[in-house]
């Protein structure tokens, strides 16, 4: 997941030497705020949301909420001048699976 720039390098390498499960648990929450923070960060800056929102967001995943509704709520905050996302690779261009 490093490579295809989910996780930085720093990430991968606690998630890698995390012990416990609530080790997982805050680094898996720390990278799910990092992830949502540059969505909202862009969606505050082109007026999507205010400020106060997204830190009401980022505060409950800070908090461990990672309900339905939340994820949706962030997963629509997408940037408009998005450029395609790429298959992945048992998918073709058009995003169908690949025989």
Same mark, same amino acid.
């Given at each position: 997941?490093?490579?295809?720039? %989910?996780? =930085?390098?720093?990430?991968?390498? +606690?998630?890698? =030497?995390?012990?416990?499960?609530?080790?997982?648990?805050?680094?898996?929450?720390?990278? +799910?705020?990092?992830?949502?923070?540059?969505?909202?960060? &862009?969606?505050?800056? !082109?007026?999507?949301?205010? @400020?106060?929102? &997204?830190?009401?967001?980022? !505060? *409950?995943?800070?908090?461990?909420?990672?309900?339905?509704?939340? @994820? #949706?709520?962030? %997963?629509?905050? *997408? /940037? +408009?001048? @998005? =450029? /395609? &996302?790429? /298959? @992945?690779? !048992?998918?073709?261009? #058009?995003? =169908? /699976?690949?025989?």
């Amino acid at each position: 997941m490093a490579k295809s720039g %989910r996780l =930085t390098d720093q990430e991968a390498e +606690r998630l890698r =030497t995390a012990d416990k499960p609530d080790e997982v648990d805050q680094v898996i929450r720390s990278i +799910r705020v990092r992830h949502a923070g540059a969505k909202l960060g &862009a969606a505050v800056e !082109d007026g999507s949301v205010t @400020r106060e929102e &997204a830190d009401g967001v980022l !505060d *409950r995943l800070r908090n461990g909420d990672h309900s339905a509704v939340l @994820r #949706a709520q962030v %997963r629509k905050l *997408r /940037p +408009r001048s @998005r =450029t /395609p &996302a790429r /298959p @992945r690779d !048992d998918e073709n261009e #058009a995003g =169908t /699976p690949s025989a």
